[in-house]
């Protein structure tokens, strides 16, 4: 027992350190230590065992496969992060290709409608080419390019509102006068974009020419007259003071710039018969109005094309009111007024179905594809007028509201005998103080307090 080495010094415990010190053995180095110190204590080995150098052998080699599935791993995550990076790299440099060549206008906005990035085909579109357009809006952009661009900034300002508010892609026709004289005609597709809380985060907007596919000259008759229409409804959107005046004015242009007989709009109201009622019109001659009694449940007066529009949401279309059974409870009263053929738009605000926009012709059928979804567009406009009018009331009526509350408040402070004063927590600038405490200094107002 004296022959054996002491406890402190025994090989096994003179191992045990590297052991421990590398545990994973990442440093190739370690290996090598271990070979160098078998060889320098092969006698003490030895001494211990054959089960001591058992040991020894079984966890040079563990850690040997360790250190080699170590590698192994760390190449296979670095070949997968140089992958991800380069297919990262390969779609940046498709979406740039897509953007420089694309001869679509291409504009993302941020959640406030704020221009981020533009392709040159936008940037040329607007003669944008020399101005920062980064962070400003249609507003402010229409200051820097030509005047004649500035009626389509604005009209682009009122699709966004629409897109945002809808929370569904707007798609409209804009007629974009140039300074040569012509007018392009760009067909508008903006899609919203909301982050993961439901609010507002970016803007696509997707335009494209479509110019050339109405060469004809009753064709550019029509699309001049769809760009009049068009702006003198935006026009109304942004002007009307009431909801009464947006109606009517509405009407009378569908039937003095489109050509149209008769038009009229009905509300839907939530009566016991499920009634239509007429709040605008223009064309109709006196009494004509008074014979509707449309309602919107699905019985014989429900299944006209005011009815349909509101019921079923979607567009109603009779060619020919002689032949339509759905129109047979008008039918007489129509064809002595002139009529042939009616078609019924749905008018959505405040998330639902609010009422219907009926026109009326003395063709058989004037609505061709183009004109219904000019038409449908002006509907959609009715709406958004709708919505902005009642937000902008309510509006109005909180601020009245607050300012009442406001004075009757300042109203019971300047009544109280003893002095009142209201002091900001962050600059210690007196906000308000009554007349009591005035009466102690009369720059009280305007000064400032410290602790």
Known sequence: MDNLPNKRCHPVHRLLPFVWGYPSLANANAITDWQNLIHTYSTEVTMVGAGAALFLAILLFQSHRTHLRLQQEIKRRIKAEKEISKEHGETDFYLQTLLKYSPDTICFKDGKSRWQTANPAALKLFELEAVDYHGKNNAELADFTHP???????????????????????????????????????????????????????????????????????????????????????????????EQQLLDDICRLIVDHEGFGFAWIGRKETDDFHSIKPVAQHGFEAGYMDTLNITWNDSERGRGPAGVAVRNGEISHIHDIMSSTDFLPWREEAHKQGFNSVLGLPIRATGEIWGSLVIYAAESDPFTPSNIQLLEGLAGDIGFGIQSLHDRRQHLETAQRMEESSRFLRTVIDSLTHPFVVINAGTYRIEMANRAAQALNSNMECSTCHE
Request: some cysteine; hydrophobic content about 35%.
């Open 148 to 242: 004649l661009y500035r009626d389509a900034f604005l009209t682009c300002g009122v699709a966004d509102r629409q897109a945002w508010e809808t929370k569904l892609p707007v798609s409209n026709l804009e007629a974009i006068p140039t300074p040569d004289g012509k007018t392009i005609m760009v067909d508008m597709l903006k899609i919203p974009l909301f982050d993961k809380n439901g609010e507002p985060d970016k803007l696509l907007e997707i335009g494209r020419d479509i110019t050339q596919y109405h060469a004809t000259k009753e064709q550019k008759e029509e699309l001049a007259g769809a760009y009049q229409l068009t702006s003198q409804v935006r026009h109304t959107l942004i002007h009307a003071e009431t």
